[in-house]
């Protein structure tokens, strides 16, 4: 089956940087990469998905760029601010209804 | 619409005892999926239905069984609990042609 792996498992950084979260897969037939957010106590949320056949998407301050050839796509997330601390995932799919999960990134953001 | 709601919140058994995972969505979705939490695992997947009448496995399934007698409502049942079940449970949904999960509110199992 897929397998996604993610880092960094923690990152904390300062108001206003940027962070960068990066994930690999191993199945070069999954189309679909959804995006994550989940706060202590919630439901994940999605906040970006891209499908294969894009190599880059933006949402704001949010953006996704995906290697279909190195197996791997990474989340940015510009000018950072105290409600973007959160875990992220990142998951994987061929099939619409099986989604395959990374270990998920905690995000501090400091003041 | 209330999307996909879960039922219980919180539910605490002891090992050996059975219970049945609520989930229900309003969005006529096809596809239904039951994912396990895990701290520091993510979310892994037990058991999904592309539609009534139709369940198959996914990475974690042993020790739950779900059946899809209708669309709204896809029950994940534990037969016999054990402290590895100790989790939160989501329950997700989604149409065909649109990848979009919905996940419902969670229900957090403890197993003593």
């Known amino acids: 089956g897929e397998n996604v792996e993610q880092h960094p498992s923690t990152l904390s950084v300062q108001e206003g940087d940027s962070a960068v979260i990066k994930c690999t897969y191993s199945d070069s037939a999954s189309n679909y990469f959804p995006w994550y957010k989940q706060e202590l106590g919630k439901r994940p949320q999605l906040i970006i998905d891209i499908r294969s056949n894009v190599g880059e998407k933006k949402d704001q301050r949010i953006a996704v760029t995906l290697n279909k050839t190195a197996k791997h796509f990474s989340l940015h997330i510009t000018e950072t601010q105290p409600e973007d601390s959160a875990v992220y995932f990142c998951?994987?799919?061929?099939?619409?209804?099986?989604?395959?999960f990374g270990a998920g990134t905690t995000v501090t953001v400091r003041a | 619409n209330a999307g996909v709601t879960q039922t219980p919140k919180f539910q605490v058994l002891k090992t050996g005892q059975s219970m049945t995972l609520q989930c229900a969505q309003d969005?006529?979705?096809?596809?239904m999926s039951w994912y396990r939490q895990d701290p520091g695992m993510g979310l892994r997947l037990i058991h999904y239905s592309v539609g009534a009448g139709i369940t198959d496995q996914g990475e974690v399934p042993n020790g739950y069984n779900v059946s899809r007698s209708t669309t709204e409502d896809f029950p994940l049942r534990l037969l016999s609990a054990a402290p590895s079940q100790t989790s939160v449970y989501f329950c997700?949904?989604?149409?065909?042609?649109?990848?979009?999960?919905?996940f419902g509110p969670g229900t957090r199992l403890t197993v003593t």
């Open positions: 997700a949904s989604s149409s065909p042609g649109d990848a979009f999960q919905y």
């Open positions: 969005m006529n979705h096809e596809y």
């Open positions: 998951a994987a799919s061929k099939y619409d209804y099986k989604l395959s």
